[in-house]
Every structure is written in C-alpha cells, then in structure tokens.
C-alpha cells in the first residue's frame, strides 16, 4: 500500500504558512429586497446629484424634501450620503470647506429630472452637479 505523497508548497495546506498569507475574499452580499434598498429592482430613472452639505442637518434637510416629494409623485428610494470624510476633518479640527455630498434617487417613468433637481434646491444647498440615466445634465 502506498503512503500519499506529501503536498509542495505550490499547494499550501490548511495549516501551512502560505495558507495563512492567502488573501480571504468576501462573498458578495445579496441586496435588500426592502424600499429602502440602494438599488430598487423596479425603476425607470436614477437620478445622481452632488449637493454641497456640511453638516448631518443638511443631508437631512434634503431627506426631508425627497420625503415630502415621494409623497406625491413615484419615487422607489432614495440615499443622502455626506462626504466620507467629513467627521474625520471634524475630528482633526479642519473646518469643512464647502464639502460635496451625493443624492442618489431612483424613480418611476414619470418623474423627471426637474422635478427632483428643483425639489433638492428648496433647500438652498447649491447643487454643484447632477446625472439622468448616466448622462449629465444641466442644474
């Protein structure tokens, strides 16, 4: 009977060094079938703004008026992210220059663009720039 070769290093085994120096990649996860998901299986349009906020009060100010405007017309979801840097600069003591976030909306076939652009400057956050579909569009 003949004993199993031994393995080379080419192929680690589970408690050899070059099996710890493997690089463990994630699975991808499965999106959220709820409203409130970043990417509606159902839409027509997606709609992306960049939108100067500062503050948590102005994402939230913006949040607000998407809110209101779901209310009337076919809006799927929507997502307002402040700049990822902005609580790091906070913690630093670096006052924000004019700081851009993003406003990701995703609607039905009947909203357009400048409903939701217009809807977004009543809260007098200058918008710095805005996509249709992937096209960009004018503010």
């Known amino acids: 009977m003949a004993l199993p070769k031994a393995q080379s290093s080419e192929n680690p ?7 710890e120096q493997l690089e463990v990649v994630e ?3 499965e999106p959220k079938d709820s409203e409130d998901a970043e990417h509606p299986k159902e839409f027509h349009h997606q709609y992306l703004f960049k939108v100067e906020m ?21 809006i799927k979801s929507f997502d307002v992210a402040l700049h990822p840097d902005l609580k790091a600069r906070r913690e630093a003591g670096v006052p924000p220059p004019s700081i851009v976030g993003t406003v990701n909306v995703y609607t039905g076939e009947f909203v357009s663009y400048e409903t939701v652009l217009e809807r977004i400057k009543k809260t007098q956050k200058k918008v710095v720039s805005g996509t249709a579909d992937g096209v960009n569009m004018e503010i």
């Open 13 to 19: 085994t589970p408690h050899s060094k070059e099996a």
């Open 27 to 29: 699975q991808p996860k």
């Open 54 to 74: 500062n503050c948590s009060s102005c994402s939230t100010a913006v949040g607000k008026v998407l809110t209101a405007l779901k209310k009337n017309v076919d």
